[in-house]
């Protein structure tokens, strides 16, 4: 919250409900302690049951199969959160001292996903096109028989010293953080039956195939793909673990000048302590839920496939800027940024640790029986197949990149301002969990040759980004903006997952170059003095240019970005009588044609011996529009809302696996009517 503290006491209270049990409460007050002194204090609370529903936990077939489990049927995209902050605000206009302290919590449902294919091949064979199904057209019906649960927890302070000087302004910058992001969520493991010969896999499966309305196309082909249904209604899919912690220190000193004149300049250096643990793991679902450990040995919940790494980032910077004014119409900006980064990496797996029933097929390990373990690693990277030290060692690599920026800005007259930059821009690299390059290289290369690279640590992205454009009014009442843009990417870094015998693979991989450039502009036009209307646009075309890790995707396209956006709308804030207003807003938000991933319309190999052609996995144009209207009488406030008013369906996220043959998607909001009340004092 940037707020500062009022002169005198004030504040906001705010509350909302609107459809699907959602709610909302918050209050802020601010005000004075002494002279020089004051505060500022907010919480606030939110609820929501979400938009989707599991049509399968609160049905008799559930009671009768995990009887006592249960039967929350809001299980999908609830939450729950409540969030607190606090602020002291010293000013004695020598000497600022602002102290910031925050505490959130919250609980929610993980994994809302369901999985599509892209198997032209199955498709052709079964004549049935759900095999290779537009991912836009898919329908969302979640049967989990987990009751997924997440938890979230943050909490930190900071404090900023300002100190004015003679000649500048000497500014220093403490702050800690402490966040802590798990969740057990469905298994996607049935495809490759782990848990085929686990008496509660085989009890599960038999009541539940065939008998549930699950999401197509696994509703009607239960009896021969039904068991591949990750999110499944049996337990032959496991459950996923995912524990994220981290810790953060900061300390920043800087140097900033006087406002006035025709040079304005700043120099500084921070540094910034990262502690992160990250365990992923794959359990046994026995149909009592999930249990919160990175590793478990109890029979209900054994770990039978764990990523567990623990990170130590130290990061130095040192940034300066300048910028100078030519004459009163030209002005000239340089800054210059140095990062180094020095990450380590130490791997938590137990070495001697075993599987129960998770085996390795491809390299000669059945899954477990009753009579008989798998007795397999936890890790494929500690099977010396993989990895012939037979153990992952401590790893540490160090990143650094030099960023320099130019800006130049030219008023060609009061209303129109002509400017130009360009700029080096950099993302750190890191580590990929312990033999990911040698497990991907074997499972697919040596068996289904697919061509595939992925690093065991993956490089540091750069970027080279030019920008051109005009700025200005016209008429008095039209704000303008339009700009061109090109960005040469190096080493871009995306988000892989693999699936296979070894289990479950997440890996960052770099494109080696990606050329982007795009035309972007907005304006908004003050009709009157109570209508305004607004537009922009960002129409953006990228290109693989080169790809090593997957050569046949070069002129493909970057994955994750819209071929385009487009938002628009109207507001209107007109008086009624001299203490009360109407106002109300509405506004259209168009999102273009998306991939998710480099692989696109080209064939590749699956694990299952089909072909995948990946066209389907790209996202269609969709729309979003929203609208407001209320009333405002002095302080006091209501509003009517509603979200996505035609009920757009759409896919929110999509996780694609092309050597699985499918996506992983996720939906987006459904439509959502609400009031808001508000009053300030």
Known sequence: MTEKPSANIAGELKASAAEDNTYLASATISGPISENLGFVASAEYTKTDGYYRNTFLSTPLARQTYPGYSTNTKSVDSREKISLFGRLYYDDGDTVIDAKANYAKSTFDAIAYNAVFHLPGLAAAFNEPLFDLPVSKHKFVFTNNLDPQGWYRAYGASLRIQQTLNFATLIGVASYSNT????????????????????????????????????????????????????????????????????????????????????????????????????????????????????????????????????????????????????????????????????????????????????????????????????????PGLDPIYNPLGYIPPRSKTFSQLQPKITLSYKANNATTIYASWGIGFKTGGFNAGGNSAIVDLAFNQTIHAGIKVPDVYDKERDSAFEVGIKGTLFGEIDYDLAGYYTDVRNMQFFEFFVGDFGLLRSISNIDKVDIKGLEGSLNWRVSRSLSLFASANVIDTKIKKFTGRPYTVGNKSPTTPDYQITGGAQIDQPLTDRLNIFARADIQVTGPTTFHPVQSNLVPTVFGIDANMKNSTRDTYSLVNARIGLQYENFRVTAFATNIFDKQYVNDNVPAPEFGGDFIAPGTRRRLGVEVSYKF
């Open 180 to 379: 802590e992001n798990d969740f057990v969520g469905g298994g996607t493991s049935g495809a490759f039956r782990f848990f085929d010969n686990e008496p509660h896999c085989i009890a599960s499966r038999a009541a539940t195939d065939g008998n549930v309305q699950n999401q197509e196309p696994f509703t009607k082909y239960a009896s021969i793909f039904g068991y591949a249904q990750p999110y499944s209604p049996s337990t032959c899919d496991g459950f996923q673990l995912s524990r994220h912690s981290q810790k953060d220190v900061l300390a920043e000193i800087r140097m900033v000048s006087l406002p006035g004149g025709p040079l304005q300049w700043q120099f500084g250096a921070n540094y910034i302590y990262i502690n992160r643990r990250a365990c992923i793991g794959l359990e046994l679902d026995t149909g009592v839920g999930g249990v919160n450990k990175c590793y478990s040995t109890d029979p209900k919940f054994q770990t039978e496939a764990l990523q567990d790494d623990t990170y130590n980032t130290n990061v130095y910077a040192m940034f300066g800027s300048a910028d100078y004014d030519v004459t009163n119409k030209l002005k000239l900006g340089v800054a210059l940024r140095y990062d180094l980064e020095a990450r380590d990496v130490v791997n938590n797996v137990p070495v001697t640790a075993r599987t129960r029933w998770v085996g390795n097929p491809s390299v000669g390990v059945p899954h477990g029986t009753v009579d008989t373990p798998a007795n397999y690693y936890l890790n």
